[in-house]
């Protein structure tokens, strides 16, 4: 299976190609900062890693990118490359959760030799909020236990719970931890027991995402390709900030 994987919806820019030669899986990968360098950086560097693989777009079996949640500009930057190279290619798209991407990160950091355990997965939002959500691993497979949402720090609890089985590995894996500290913890007892790891959604844990993905028909055509943004806006309307200040004043006013 030939694969091209890429992320830009955190400060880190993750780009990996994999090729199949007589069934051994050979990768290619780059990371480079992201942000607003990823709109300029990023398909100059997947034509590098393409070259560098020998493949042409046209032989992949899918294009790959990380759809979010995660950063708005990122999350639009790699659609669009996606869409406009897998248009011109006539290959399909497939939209890899970035939050189940740091959940295979996480696991195959720390739990690589464990057939299941259970991950929450963090991404900082901003605004004081992260985005959540826990999967279960187990027999080479994942799956959704708590959905993606966004919480304050101290609502963890709506996206994670402790594993029913006492002795299943649990890992709550992000780049929350060093933003949000303490503040991202479980009031329970059992909690203690987590590992925390730093993790990203990068795009070599979307590659050995890709062959579930792709068994269960998640592969859509280019023009149906679409981003997860879960927090639906980052700002306040006109409108919004003048009603809420009349409403402060109104409650302070004699």
Excluded at 80 to 99: C, E, K, R
Aim: charged share 20%; hydrophobic share 50%; aromatic share 6%.
């Amino acid at each position: 299976m030939n694969l091209l994987a890429f992320d830009t919806g955190t400060e880190m820019m993750s780009i990996a190609v994999s090729r199949t030669v007589d069934r051994q899986v050979q990768l290619w990968q780059h990371t480079a900062s992201g942000g607003a360098k990823a709109s300029t950086d990023l398909i100059p560097a997947i034509l590098a890693l393409v070259q560098q693989a020998g493949l042409r777009l046209d032989v992949l079996d899918a294009i790959c990118f990380g759809s979010g949640p995660g950063s708005f500009t990122g999350l639009r930057t790699a659609c669009s490359v996606a869409q406009g190279l897998a248009f011109g290619a006539n290959v399909p798209v497939l939209a890899v959760d970035s939050l189940l991407a740091v959940a295979e990160e996480a696991r195959y950091q720390a739990l690589d030799k464990q057939a299941s355990c259970i991950v929450t997965a963090l991404l900082d939002a901003r605004m004081d909020e992260m985005y959540g959500a826990t999967y279960r691993f187990d027999a080479c497979q994942w799956t959704e236990l708590a959905s993606s949402s966004l919480v304050k720090p101290e609502e963890l609890g709506r996206v994670a719970s402790v594993p029913p089985e006492p002795a299943m590995p649990w890992v709550m894996a992000g780049n929350v931890f060093a933003v949000y500290g303490e503040r991202v913890a479980l009031h329970d007892p059992a909690a203690e027991t987590a590992l925390r790891i730093t993790a990203l959604p990068t795009a070599t844990a979307m590659l050995r995402l890709a062959p579930q993905l792709l068994a269960a028909g998640k592969a859509v055509s280019a023009e149906h390709a679409l981003p997860s943004y879960i927090r639906d806006k980052v700002a306040k309307t006109t409108a919004e900030r003048m009603a809420e200040k009349a409403a402060a004043l109104a409650t302070t006013s004699p």
